[in-house]
């Protein structure tokens, strides 16, 4: 029997400057470059398993085999390393998610991520595949995944082929940078992002505007955090949310992925700001509302909104790392191999 065998710890991450549109759909090479927040306390756990016993691939997502549909993802995503690997065996892939999946808090881009690196180390593939190049890979899971192998502030610039759109590391975010998310909603949401996104480009007369600005945004916060500048970071940060929702609300038919307790924590923010707190909001395809503070400020942030909203789950997060081996598999038995 041969078995090949990688497992990685991938955490999610959070735009500040937004990806939204592809400009090209099959090799998700997006319209614009973005910036991103690596999150500590939320990430994926991936398993992945090659074996010449196995005549099929198999996906468990949270311990659950998962249906034909998601599989064909997860195959036609493993195809790319098979093919760099010149292997044709089958896997076994699983994962779990320390995040909510769907629901706007970025699930897919801890999941492919974790995904690209496990495979990568299960076919030996680590002196032919740097992280940024794996960072190619991961970009074709989700783009967003593209992200995800760095910590810290990433940009993923958009380049032009698919060998030059990948993830850049800006700053370790080390600087006393914090995230807490109010969970408003973390049901699967009903417009993914990526039909999400090609409605909005397709539709939004404002989608020309869009891509034009957020180069400026991206400019201009990549120089706010190169000068540690957190109000001009989280004002630029805020701007560009409320861009990207704006071209979405002005696509036809519009939608939008608000909900009323969105529209309440948007103001809250704004009432936190007035005395005197550095605190911004961010949002995703999803109501959840994440607001950008000081690390050390996190719990005053949270208290202040948990007067507001009495039912309401937080999550307090700092900067995160980039992909991890593990050393162990800790969802069974333990071992690795
Ligand atoms: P989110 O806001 O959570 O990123 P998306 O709609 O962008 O939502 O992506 C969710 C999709 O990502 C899921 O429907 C699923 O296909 C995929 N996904 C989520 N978690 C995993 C995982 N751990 N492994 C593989 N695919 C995953
Ligand atoms: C609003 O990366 O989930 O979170 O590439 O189609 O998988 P696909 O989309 P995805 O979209 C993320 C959109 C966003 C903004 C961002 O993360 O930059």
Redesign the pocket.
Known sequence: MSVFQGAYRAHTNI?LI???GKANKDL?IPTTS?L?LTLDALYTDTRVTFSNELDADIFYLNNQLRNEAETAKISKFLDMFRQEAGVDLRAKVESVNHVPTAAGL?S??SAFSALAAATRQALNLEDQISDQALSTFARQG????TRSIFGGFVEWQKGTTNENSMAVEIDDASWDVGMVIMAINTAEKRVS??EG?AHTMQTSPFYPEWVRQNMIDLERIKAAIAKQDFQLMGEIAEANAMR?HATTMASDPSFTYFEPDTIKAIQAVQDLRATGVLAYYTI??GPNVKVLCKASQMDEVEAFFAERFKDMNFIQTTAGPGIKPLDRWEYDDGAIL
């Open positions: 735009a937004k990806y939204w998700f973005s991103s970025a897919s881009s989700s783009g967003s995944a992002s990526r996104m990207m995703d395809a």
